[in-house]
């Protein structure tokens, strides 16, 4: 079973990764890469340090991704951008995150 997720990307340059049982908010978008790899392999959080349950504020509003504050994306869109090998995003942390998974930079 897949374990769906969510990559809160904010303009201000932070990622929250959160799945139904964990939530940790990331300064460094490589961090956030390195605990997503190892999610897409493994497919659960077991055992996982750095839980954030107030990080977990967050529930997808159109309005704010429209006014740009902040950017979502579930399993299935990163996994796409993954599969795709290029990032098209002005996002300087989700470029650098998606870059730190193996993607390249579009003309974005």
Known sequence: MCVYFE???D??????????GFCHNYDRPE???RD???LLAEDNTD???GDDPEARDQ??????ERNGGYKWLTRQEVEEVIASGTIDSSWRNMRD?????GCAVGDS
């Not at 303009?11 to 139904?20: D, F, S, V, Y």
């Not at 995150?97 to 998974?101: D, G, K, N, R, S």
């Open 36 to 38: 997503v790899k190892v």
């Open 47 to 49: 055992g996982w340090e």
């Open 7 to 9: 990559i809160i990307f």
């Open 31 to 33: 961090w956030a890469a």
């Open 97 to 101: 995150f998606f870059v730190a998974l």
């Open 11 to 20: 303009n201000g340059g932070g990622i929250t990764l959160q799945t139904e």
């Open 59 to 64: 529930e997808y509003d159109p309005e704010m």
